[in-house]
């Protein structure tokens, strides 16, 4: 596992991160310090994680916006179907 001080920038590796930790946690027979630790990480990877979703959102606002200012927003297509959710 990587150490906490090389945490990982991009989505994919803070998600691979993220899944490592849960089931470490999960897994149980911690000592209650490792616990924290791995839960404070977590929490960390989390809030990175939810700050490049917002950049990747406010990045797609921006290419979908039209000339007059106004933001157009679309839902994401599911890739399970490649269809829009609700159609």
Same mark, same amino acid.
Request: proline residues 3%; aromatic residues 6%.
């Given at each position: 596992m990587e150490p906490a001080d090389k945490a990982p920038e991009r989505f994919d590796d803070i998600l691979v &991160? $993220?899944?490592? $930790?849960? +089931? &470490? %946690? !999960?897994? *149980?027979?911690?000592? %209650? !310090? +490792? *616990? $924290? &630790? /791995? /839960? !404070? !990480?977590?929490? +960390?990877?989390c809030r990175r994680g939810a700050e490049i979703l917002d950049r990747a959102e406010k990045r797609v606002e921006v290419l979908l916006s039209t000339a007059g200012g106004n933001v157009k927003t679309a839902p994401l297509a599911d890739p399970g179907n490649g269809r829009a959710e609700g159609e």
């Open positions: &991160r $993220l899944r490592a $930790l849960v +089931d &470490r %946690l !999960e897994g *149980g027979n911690l000592p %209650l !310090e +490792d *616990g $924290l &630790r /791995f /839960f !404070e !990480e977590g929490m +960390d990877l």
